[in-house]
Structure formats: C-alpha cells, structure tokens
C-alpha cells in the first residue's frame, strides 16, 4: 500500500491533467468556510488509484497540513474549489500532521482514519463541544449530610483517569500473549483493503469529475514508459 505524490509517480501529470490540475485548488469547509489549500496528491504506487490530498489547513490551524481521504472530497472545477466533506474545525485539529519527511506507513494510515471517523459530542443544541467541556467529565454524584446539605463534591474524573483505573485493575497481557495480540494488530492493518472503506476512498463522476479517468490515464502512461 505504498503511497506516492503524483508528481513523484508521473513527473508529467500536467499533460494529461491539463487545466483541470486540482493541485493549488482552494478547499472549503460544507459551510463554504476556507479552509486552505491542495498542496499535492497521493497515489497508489501499484495502481495510480487516487487516496487522498494533502490539504494545507492553514486557513484554520496556521503550519498544518493534513491528508483527507479522497471520499471525503467534492471537486468543482468550475468554481477552482475542494469542499472537505463533513470536516469541522474541531476535528481538523485533532488530525494527525502531515509532513514532506513523514513515513507513511499502515499505522499512520489508520490514524487518519480514525481521524475522520472520531464522534463529536455536542450540547443540547447541537453545537459541538470542545474535548475538555463538562460534559466530557464523569462526575460522581452528589453525598450529603445528615442534613441533606451538600458536602464538599471531589473534583470530577476525567475519562484519562479511569482509564488509568481501568489498566491498573485489568490483567495485563504478559509474553507470548502480548506477542501474540501485536501479532494480531500487525496481521489486520495488512489485511487493509481501501475498498472496504468506501465512505474514504470511493470515486464517483457525481463528486470526483474526470478523476478516474486521469487514475487510467496515469497507470497507462507510467506503463508505457517503463516497458
């Protein structure tokens, strides 16, 4: 699952893109808010597939580029325009970064998925809460007096305490059943197949104009070259 820019896969995309080159394209939020721009697009190395672009946010988070799934993108050519489907700025935030010397392996992968698949609490309006709200917190309940007064409430756990708790208290796995489960982890990311996540990485002519068929035109043409 070896990923490459597109320029680095096919130095001569220009050509076949032509004036539909979607790279420096303004990206948008679904509110029509800037977020910031493609910088570049990553592409299968086997089958020149599309996967995602590399989205400079810095209309929203000043110095971070981020890859968004090319699911999660809507291309309209003709207003020079990428709407980031779905993406808020809270969300955005807690994007892992991307960088020109990062190694894009299978973890990292699933950390951007998981990314794009983190729940957003929200209030009772819908709005969506920052991840240190209250409403985030488990607090214990109230204990009184004999009175029925409140005694002094301890402060509220936060989840990273019980978690804590909860790994103190649950055995964990030593030896060969620890080697066993990292085994198990490793075996399921290469087991990955992207077209199993269509709400990532499918490409629709309704969303995606013209994209499959500049995929095609790209895995031809790198054919060609090297035979």
Same mark, same amino acid.
């Given at each position: 699952?070896?990923?490459?820019?597109?320029?680095?896969?096919?130095?001569?995309?220009?050509?076949?893109?032509?004036?539909?080159?979607?790279?420096?394209?303004?990206?948008?939020?679904?509110?029509?808010?800037?977020?910031?721009?493609?910088?570049?697009?990553?592409?299968?190395?086997?089958?020149?597939?599309?996967?995602?672009?590399?989205?400079?946010?810095?209309?929203?988070?000043?110095?971070?580029?981020?890859?968004?799934?090319?699911?999660?993108? #809507?291309?309209?050519?003709?207003?020079?325009?990428? &709407?980031?489907?779905?993406?808020?700025?809270?969300? %955005?935030?807690?994007?892992?970064?991307?960088?020109?010397?990062?190694?894009?392996?299978?973890?990292?992968?699933? #950390?951007? +998925?998981?990314?794009?698949? #983190?729940?957003?609490?929200?209030?009772?309006?819908?709005?969506?809460?920052?991840?240190?709200?209250?409403?985030?917190?488990?607090?214990?309940?109230?204990? +009184?007096?004999?009175?029925?007064?409140?005694?002094?409430?301890?402060?509220? &756990?936060?989840?990273?305490?019980?978690?804590?708790? %909860?790994?103190?208290?649950?055995?964990?796995?030593?030896?060969?059943?620890?080697?066993?489960?990292? %085994?198990?982890?490793?075996?399921?990311?290469?087991?990955?197949?992207?077209?199993?996540?269509?709400?990532?990485?499918?490409?629709?002519?309704?969303?995606?104009?013209?994209?499959?068929?500049?995929?095609? #035109?790209?895995?031809?043409?790198?054919?060609?070259?090297?035979?």
């Amino acid at each position: 699952m070896a990923l490459l820019k597109v320029s680095d896969f096919n130095p001569d995309y220009h050509h076949i893109f032509g004036d539909r080159d979607i790279i420096d394209f303004s990206v948008y939020s679904d509110d029509r808010e800037k977020i910031g721009t493609v910088e570049n697009i990553l592409v299968d190395q086997q089958t020149g597939e599309f996967r995602y672009l590399i989205v400079d946010i810095g209309f929203w988070i000043f110095g971070k580029s981020v890859l968004l799934p090319i699911g999660r993108a #809507r291309i309209q050519f003709d207003e020079q325009r990428v &709407y980031a489907k779905g993406l808020t700025k809270e969300q %955005a935030e807690h994007l892992s970064e991307f960088t020109d010397d990062l190694e894009i392996d299978s973890a990292y992968e699933e #950390r951007v +998925r998981s990314g794009f698949q #983190r729940p957003v609490n929200r209030d009772g309006y819908g709005n969506p809460l920052p991840q240190d709200s209250p409403s985030n917190l488990i607090t214990p309940p109230v204990e +009184r007096d004999g009175y029925g007064n409140p005694i002094t409430p301890s402060a509220p &756990y936060a989840p990273s305490a019980l978690n804590e708790i %909860a790994i103190l208290s649950t055995p964990q796995p030593q030896g060969n059943d620890y080697i066993s489960e990292l %085994a198990d982890e490793t075996s399921q990311r290469d087991l990955f197949r992207y077209e199993d996540h269509p709400d990532l990485y499918s490409i629709n002519e309704v969303e995606h104009p013209s994209i499959r068929a500049y995929s095609d #035109r790209l895995v031809n043409q790198f054919r060609h070259e090297n035979h």
